[in-house]
């Protein structure tokens, strides 16, 4: 009796348990067996800032420090084994610009995280737009207070903004307060959203001292004598000047202090120009110049890998022929920031790495727990409303270069004031 045979179409069991077995292995082996279990190679993240206009000193200096660390982590195997890939758009320093740049970013580009702008006047409408489209924005540059008090769940910032620059500086103010008798205090500011918000910060924080101002001057950037100006706070006769400038206008505005005889006790620069290499090829009109700063080279901060502040200036100098500036150090570890955020958002068990949405809200989350106890910008922790609570310091123009003198716990040198008159100068 022959054995009956299978009907032509018919599988053996055998023959079936072989087509199902290898069909099984041709899937994503996952846990759900469709969702890939990492990232899609490479990782794109957004760079927002200012390499064009008025501020293009400013993003030239962003850019290197952004150009550094993604060399180094992609040299080091990338991030979760993918290589980064930093997607630069150029916000010509115009806000409306900066705001299309997130859209180009969410919408054609993908990316998983913006960092940006420069300037705060870029920056703050940016921010708005990121929230809007619900991707993470991490703020390297931009100081205004304003962009971190419109309760945006989606935006982050690196340093201390406006206010922790002026009473940083009004703290140290007091410390020689009554040794110099000083009472009487000038802000003189730009006019954009920097400068309004570096001046406010300061004259609250003067009110709150018991400071007298007695000269409050707003200025329109590009301005071409400031000697009229110079010379109605002159009439004042401040103890303590507190300029918020960019460069151009920072060097000018010290330039015509000389021509007008304008002697105050101390200079003291808002950030902006005055903290920018750039600034110190003014010679004789920068020297004694006091930065409220976030960063310098000789303060004794280090990262995980034992690379110092210090360590750091020297490789970039090294490469770029060049020391950092405070810019170059902030987007440096912006993009170590994100990397971690990024590390941590990929053990989340909820990330659909194939769901853009997805992978932005983990990242998101992860940045909210960041706790980053050792950079080469010191430590970084947001706070509810996306602040990192980083500390201000004041650095000083002393023959030629920048020195930290403030606080005391990062001073390298002890503060020259009162500062000579300018007739007392070589």
Sequence with gaps: MRAKTAKRGQKSAPGLILVLVFVFLLMPFTACGRRPSGPA??????????????????????????????????????????????????????????????????????????????????????????????????????????????????????????????????????????????????????????????????AMGAIQRNLDIVAYEEYNPGTANYQALLERVKAADPDVIYFASYLNEAIHLLQHSEAVDLNPKVYVGHAGGFIMLEFLQAGKHAEYVIGAAQWAKDVKWEDERGQTAAMFAERFASRYGVEPGMRSAQTYTTLYVIKDAIERAGTSESLEWDDVQSVRLAIRDALRETDLEKTIFGPVNFNQDGENNHPVVLIQVIDGQFVTVYPERYRAATPIVPVPDWSARP
């Design 41 to 202: 190679c490479p990782i794109k993240i957004g760079v927002i800032t200012s390499q064009t206009g008025r501020h293009a000193e400013g993003g030239l200096e962003s850019l290197r420090g952004y150009a550094m660390a993604l060399e180094e982590i992609n040299a080091s195997g990338g991030v979760m084994g993918c290589p980064v890939e930093l997607i630069v758009k150029d916000d010509r320093s115009l806000p409306y610009q900066a705001q299309l740049a997130v859209k180009e970013l969410v919408n054609e580009d993908q990316v998983s995280i913006i960092s940006g702008a420069y300037s705060s006047a870029a920056t703050m409408p940016a921010a708005g737009v990121a929230n809007a489209y619900q991707i993470p924005f991490l703020a390297p540059t931009a100081s205004s207070d304003l962009i971190t008090a419109q309760g945006y769940e989606w935006v982050f910032r690196l340093i201390a903004p406006a206010s922790g620059y002026a009473n940083t500086a009004l703290d140290f103010v007091q410390t020689i307060r009554d040794e110099m008798n000083i009472d009487r205090l000038a802000v003189i500011y730009d006019d954009s959203l920097y400068g309004e918000s570096a001046a406010v910060a300061v």
